[in-house]
């Protein structure tokens, strides 16, 4: 909590501090659960399968990697795990900006809810 966050709580009565403390700002892994929820839920189920099963196969050309003996094989292996990690990162990441949005939603419905508290 900053010092914004005690000013607030000081201003409000008893009940709005209640309302104010189930309002509190998410953790991460509440942030990432919720991404799965709403209308656009699905594409992030789908982005994560697709990042699970690249990062698999990136696992995979990996070991295979390290098991060849030839060099043209072994390239083969590695550049396409070194490909498939990075995109598997990529599309891991292209989650990050809509948590962030939906972080800033959550804050600006609380401070809605504040003005609202302490218009009326």
Request: hydrophobic letters at 55%.
């Amino acid at each position: 909590m900053d010092k914004f966050d005690k000013m607030i709580a000081e201003a409000l009565g008893a009940e709005d501090r209640k309302l104010l403390a189930e309002m509190q700002e998410p953790g991460f892994f509440s942030l990432s659960r919720g991404l799965f929820r709403g209308p656009n839920g699905w594409v992030s189920a789908v982005l994560l399968v697709v990042q699970s099963v690249m990062f698999l196969a990136s696992v995979w050309c990996g070991w295979r990697f390290y098991g060849e003996t030839e060099l043209l094989s072994a390239l083969r292996w590695g550049l396409s795990g070194a490909v498939l990690f990075i995109v598997a990162t990529q599309l891991k990441m292209a989650l990050v900006p809509q948590m962030q949005a939906d972080r800033v939603m959550q804050a600006l419905r609380r401070l809605e809810l504040v003005a609202l508290k302490a218009r009326g």
